[in-house]
Structures are given as structure tokens and as C-alpha cells.
């Protein structure tokens, strides 16, 4: 089986140019934004696109291509407007994955002061959102850190939307260093297992589907977001020996978002030397 370990990389010039940019880095899968990350303008797809797209796919041998939303749409905010335009934003985002033929579109969970209005009013919004997309693309939820008043850092959270919304869509999208801040510790045998007994029991294995690995500028249960090359941060190389080797995560992407793509290359050789190849 092959495994599948990308970055995050460049759609300067077009989207198909992250499949070539990964391929030169040494990647079998890649994230991308498919539109602006930091606009509002929700931009739907072009013919040439996708044919660029799927050139590229066959040329690159990368079919595994992982969307990453835009950092400004906040499902759960307090503020209607913006509210709104976070849901026709997303929504925007998961008719242009189907377009594409990208499976999972990744999403941070959005905030909001008042903690339980919030998780009601993203709740809501997941709702409309399985409603009025596409099928064909799931919604990847990131787990956060838990910074400021971020929802969706501790696994009970979850819990409680797949309580409200049993539906196979909805997956979890796990980054290592959210995790890791957020105060679940990955760098030892017997924590590592504890979390994932504990997520299991809360959420159910078959849901992680994505990972973003990142190592940790800050120190666990710091709730603050600051990613670092693997293995020079906080989490240390261990952490990623232990996601790497473990069969129940083998067939599923994973990504990293280390914060100098200048040294992507050196980041993903250490992981690809983690798996033996
Ligand atoms: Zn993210
Ligand atoms: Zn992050």
C-alpha cells in the first residue's frame, strides 16, 4: 500500500502547480487552497481547472488531493453576517471539491465567546451545510488548539456534534500540534495509546480521516497555535515515529504545514525515513 504523505503546497499559477510543486518535494499526497484563503469572494470552478487538475493527477501519480477552507469563515460566529457569508464560503468550498474530485475539505471549527451558543450555532451550520452539498465530499473538521475561545479543542466537543449529526460526512481532520496544545500528549507509548483509547471511546476511530502533522512551538495544553519543523518542537520526533508506525492511520493523508516551505523537502524525508522508504 502507499502511503500517503504530502504537504501543503503553492496553487501560484494555477491549482495543477501543487501537484508538481509536491511531486519535487517528494509527496504522494497534497493540501490545497482550491480558491484565496484569506477572501470572502466565493469563486466556483472552472472546466480548464479541472482538466488541469486531472493532467496533472496522472502525470504526478498524486491522487490524493486534501482542500484546506478559508481561515476567515467561522461557522459558529456571533455575528449573522459573517455567519452567513461563512456558510456560502463553505459551501462554495465543497461544490468546488466535487468539481474537482477532492474528497475532504478541512475546516476549523470557528469560535465564539459564549461557548455553548457557540457549539449551537456550529451545529446549525453543519446541519445546512450536509444539506445543501454535495455528497460526494466530506467535511474534514480540524481539531484546534483551543486559542482565544476557539470551539472544537477537546474531543467531548465532537462528541456532541456527531451526537446532534450522525452522518458519515462529518470526519475528523487530527493536526498534531493542536492536539498537542490543546493538552493531549502524543510523545510517550502510554499517553499516545491513552488518547486514542480515549478518542475512540468518544468519537470512534473510523472517523480520523485526515492528519496534519505538525510539530509544536509551545508546550502541551498551552491552547496556543504555533507550528514547528517535525521534530525540532515541543512533540519531538517520538510523537511522529508513533502516528507513523500505527496501522490504524497507515491509509490515510497526511499533511504538513511547517512554517518555512522552504523546508518542506527536509521535513518530509524525515517522515518518509519514519515509514522506511
Ligand atoms: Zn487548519
Ligand atoms: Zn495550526
Known amino acids: 500500500m502507499q502511503r500517503l504523505i504530502g504537504a501543503h503546497t503553492s496553487t501560484a499559477g494555477g491549482l495543477h502547480n501543487a501537484l508538481y510543486e509536491g511531486k519535487r518535494l517528494g509527496c504522494t499526497a497534497v493540501q490545497i487552497f482550491t480558491s484565496s484563503p484569506r477572501q470572502w469572494k466565493p469563486a466556483s470552478v472552472a472546466p480548464e481547472q479541472v482538466q488541469q487538475l486531472q493532467h496533472a493527477r496522472a502525470e504526478t501519480g498524486i491522487e490524493c488531493v486534501v482542500s484546506h477552507a478559508a481561515y476567515l469563515i467561522n461557522l459558529a460566529s456571533p455575528d449573522p453576517d459573517t455567519r452567513q457569508k461563512s456558510l456560502a464560503a463553505y459551501a462554495a468550498e465543497l461544490h468546488r471539491c466535487a468539481a474537482l474530485g477532492i474528497r475532504y475539505a478541512v475546516v476549523h471549527m470557528g469560535s465564539h465567546p459564549d461557548f455553548e451558543t457557540g457549539m449551537d450555532l456550529l451545529i ?15 467535511i474534514a473538521m480540524e481539531t484546534m488548539a483551543g486559542q482565544g475561545s476557539a470551539l472544537c479543542y477537546r474531543f467531548e466537543h465532537f462528541a456532541r456534534i456527531y451526537d ?36 475512540d471511546q468518544l468519537i470512534g476511530l473510523s472517523r480520523l480521516q485526515v492528519w496534519h502533522l505538525n510539530d509544536s ?10 507550528h514547528e519543523h517535525i521534530g525540532e518542537g515541543e512533540l519531538g520526533i517520538g510523537a511522529f515515529e508513533l502516528i507513523l508506525t500505527d496501522s490504524r492511520f497507515a491509509a490515510l493523508p497526511m499533511l504538513i504545514e511547517t512554517p518555512d516551505e522552504q523546508r518542506f523537502a527536509e521535513d518530509l524525508q524525515k517522515l518518509w525515513g519514519i515509514v522506511g522508504a
Open 217 to 226: 512551538k509551545k508546550p502541551l495544553g498551552s491552547r496556543v497555535d504555533r
Open 164 to 199: 446532534a449529526l450522525p452522518d458519515e460526512r462529518l470526519v475528523i481532520c487530527a493536526d498534531s500540534c493542536h492536539l498537542f496544545a490543546a493538552g493531549y500528549d502524543l510523545r510517550t507509548p502510554d499517553a499516545y495509546h491513552a488518547v486514542w483509547t480515549e478518542f
Open 124 to 138: 446549525a451550520s453543519l446541519r445546512q451545510l450536509l444539506a445543501e452539498t454535495p455528497n460526494s465530499v466530506c
